[in-house]
């Protein structure tokens, strides 16, 4: 089944306590990306990839980092989670410019 | 810079009914996509459906049809024959064909079907 997986599904951590969240998708999508979702706001965009070793900021990448090492893979680091980071994640992958496929969202709540 | 708005943060339609949600955005591009996306509480984004900017025909996917207008860069969703399953957050999105393939969303509309 074509899908993206993200891991953890919910997690609640405290400041300052490096987390990853991981992004696998089994497509063969060239582009990858993460979005953040805060109400009110819809979905922003934090980093993206169009391929292995390419990767390049979005709207919002402050306190984020992220790698591309495999073409199947993408997590997203908080090195120093902050409160402000509490939000819905989700990660993307498409061919090329075409349409994204959302993983499942990852709920992360920063104390 | 590109937004999207959607002006109604809710909606309510009785089941069976035709509903039609707002979407306005700002660009200066000529050449875009514009999206749907709707997100169940299972928060699971599904694309509903997509228009071409390049296209003078509006999209239609079954009950999901879209009244696109270029000039007033308006995007609305008309639902038609309303089903429960119909209950969900309704994102607009807007693309750009540039390296980004950033989507930029609306902030949605909650839209609630009534039995």
């Known amino acids: 089944e074509a899908q993206v997986t993200q891991n953890p599904r919910y997690l609640i951590t405290v400041t300052g306590k490096k987390l990853t969240v991981t992004c696998s998708q089994n497509?063969?999508?060239?582009?990858m990306s993460w979005y953040r979702q805060d109400p009110g706001l819809g979905l922003r965009q934090i980093y993206y990839?169009?391929?292995?070793?390419?990767?390049d900021k979005g709207d919002v990448p402050e306190g984020y980092k992220v790698s591309r090492k495999e073409k199947r893979n993408f997590p997203l680091i908080l090195e120093s989670p902050s409160p402000n980071q509490t939000s819905l994640y989700f990660c993307?992958?498409?061919f090329g410019r075409g349409d994204q496929f959302f993983g499942p969202g990852t709920r992360l709540t920063v104390l | 810079a590109q937004t999207v708005t959607q002006s109604q943060p809710e909606m309510s339609v009785q089941e069976a009914e035709t509903v039609t949600l707002s979407c306005t955005y700002d660009?200066?591009?000529?050449?875009?996509?514009l999206f749907w996306y709707k997100q169940p509480p299972s928060r699971q984004m599904i694309l509903v459906i997509r228009?071409?900017?390049?296209?003078?025909q509006n999209a239609t996917e079954n009950r999901f049809s879209v009244n696109f207008q270029k000039a007033a860069k308006s995007f609305s969703l008309k639902i038609s024959d309303s089903q429960l399953g119909d209950a969900a957050m309704y994102f607009c999105?807007?693309?750009?064909?540039?390296?980004?393939?950033?989507?930029?969303f609306g902030t949605g509309t909650r839209l609630t079907v009534i039995p």
């Open positions: 993307a992958s498409s």
């Open positions: 497509m063969n999508h060239e582009y």
């Open positions: 990839s169009m391929n292995v070793e390419v990767t």
């Open positions: 660009t200066s591009e000529s050449d875009y996509y």
């Open positions: 228009q071409e900017a390049y296209k003078q």
């Open positions: 999105a807007y693309r750009v064909l540039i390296r980004s393939n950033n989507l930029f």
